[in-house]
């Protein structure tokens, strides 16, 4: 394979950075004109996919970050019960939380506000975003695969307007669709069970 050159592997160092490829481009001294297109060249030539994938497993090892690592984070955050963390009549973080718990406690604040001589004492317990959180690991097990869902629901609204339509044949016209339009069917149906079918 051949020998990355020295622009090239400034472009793989550059790519790790914010994973833009044409600002990596860019950044490792490609012409702005033409680093969109060089940027995707790059990426569809094996050395340089490579040189990527080692340059990233190796980050990885080296910081101990990993997609299991970031899923499990995002976990904490996602499935938080705020009452197994925060006592709700004080808004204090309870003594038992784990600290599993509190990796999603985004800010604790405390206001003291004098009043004569008594005062009174504000809390907040802010968490990170629950929503959110549910969203990322949605996109990464692909749950929100909303375009997905559309084919497959109109797909099926499909074969049921044609079984709607296949009610009002006579049963010698049901016999004809069926030997023409197979592809109604998950396998061939002969003609006597579809008689039979009839018959009943």
Sequence with gaps: M????????KFVE???VDLNATQAAIRAGYSPDSAKEI????????????????????RSRRT???QDRVLLELAKIAFLNPIDVININDATLLDEASRDDTAAIASVKVKTIPIGDDTIVE??????????????????????NKKEIDIKEREMQLKEKQFAKLA?????????????????????????????????
């Design 2 to 9: 051949a020998k990355l050159t020295a622009k090239q592997n």
């Design 14 to 16: 550059e790519y790790l």
């Design 39 to 58: 940027a995707s060249e790059n990426l569809a030539k094996p050395n340089i996919s490579n040189a990527i994938s080692k340059a990233m497993a190796e």
């Design 64 to 66: 101990g970050i990993n």
């Design 123 to 144: 809390r907040e317990v802010k968490t990170y975003d629950k929503i959110k959180a549910l969203e990322l690991i949605g996109k990464h097990l692909n749950i929100w």
């Design 168 to 200: 009002d044949l006579t049963p010698e016209e049901l016999i004809q669709i069926v030997a023409l339009n197979k592809s109604l069917f998950d396998h061939d149906i002969p003609e006597r069970d579809i008689k039979d079918f009839i018959d009943d």
